[in-house]
């Protein structure tokens, strides 16, 4: 349920080229996806990549890890050095020290990516609570990104978009808990304050839409639908280049329920974001 609501709202071998090699530690399995463990200022963050130039960092959702995002990397064209990471408190890596700001967080963002070998010039592709952080990671760090797709994000307005659609209890449950540090350490209304005021770089961006909300006791999922698409619109119209996908078959995890389709807009984005 945490999922839905926030997406309403949004064998041993060589480490990659662009990686420290003192820092990395990589796991190779069948599929080419490398294990991989960097170390950022004492911090130790796992990440899952694959071979090529780095071009596409993928960030995972509340509740997500790196590895929901295999299918996915095992899609991508094969010249798109890729790598999804578990944030702190996600997944293999280190949890976070507690109530941080957002800058503190972006900045530690920025040293994992640069660990991975990511400089500037990537696309950056994000789920659900991960596509309102990337959207502002986006407007802070304007010259890192080419490009951003964002898959189900959760939306700053979220709160008066879907609060018809669900039961009246657990959207209070749920709004006032975006008042408090969640697992990242930060407070999802401060980042809403912050999303309501950025202006995203002339970049390519997409938005990825999950059209199959289901109907739970008391949620209507068709005006839940109908929300999430409104909200992601407004993404899109704020974009310089921007482009909308309703990913048809999908519930909020398109990443998994339509891999495909997330990695043909990886591409399309990668490829608009070199000429």
């Known amino acids: 349920m945490t ?15 662009g990686v420290p090699a003192p820092a990395v530690r990589g796991i190779l399995d069948e599929r080419a996806i490398h294990e991989m463990y960097v170390d950022v200022g004492g911090l130790t963050i796992r990440a899952l990549c694959t071979d090529g130039a780095r071009r596409v960092v993928l960030w995972h959702g509340e509740g997500g890890s790196a590895d929901s995002w295999r299918p ?23 949890p976070p020290p507690g109530e941080r700001g957002w800058f503190e967080f972006v900045d530690e963002l920025r040293r994992i990516h640069l660990a991975l070998g990511f400089e ?11 596509g309102l952080y990337a959207r502002v990671y986006a407007a802070d760090r304007r010259t890192d990104l080419a490009g951003l797709v964002l898959i189900d994000p959760a939306h700053e307005d979220a709160p008066a978009l879907v609060r018809q659609g669900m039961p009246p209890r657990e959207w209070e449950r749920w709004n006032a808990a975006r008042a408090l540090p969640n697992a990242d350490g930060v407070v999802e209304q401060v980042v809403a ?13 997409t938005v990825v839409t999950a059209a199959l909300r289901r ?18 619109v407004s993404i899109v119209r704020s974009a310089t280049f921007g482009r909308h996908v309703p990913a048809q078959r999908s519930g909020h995890d398109v990443h998994l329920d339509e891999p495909g389709l ?7 984005v990668v490829r608009a974001s070199r000429r």
Do not use: K, M
């Open 72 to 94: 996915v990397l095992e899609r991508l064209d094969g010249s798109i050095g890729a790598c999804a990471f578990d944030r702190r408190g996600a997944g293999r890596s280190e």
């Open 215 to 232: 109907d739970g006791e008391g949620w209507d999922a068709r005006f839940l639908n109908e929300a999430a698409r409104q909200g992601h």
């Open 193 to 205: 304050r912050r999303a309501r005021r950025a202006v995203l770089p002339e970049v390519p961006v």
């Open 120 to 130: 500037h010039g990537y696309v950056l592709t994000a789920h659900s609570l991960g």
């Open 3 to 17: 999922a839905l609501l926030v997406a309403l709202l949004a064998t041993l071998g060589p480490p990659p080229a």
């Open 262 to 268: 997330v990695a043909d807009e990886i591409l399309r």
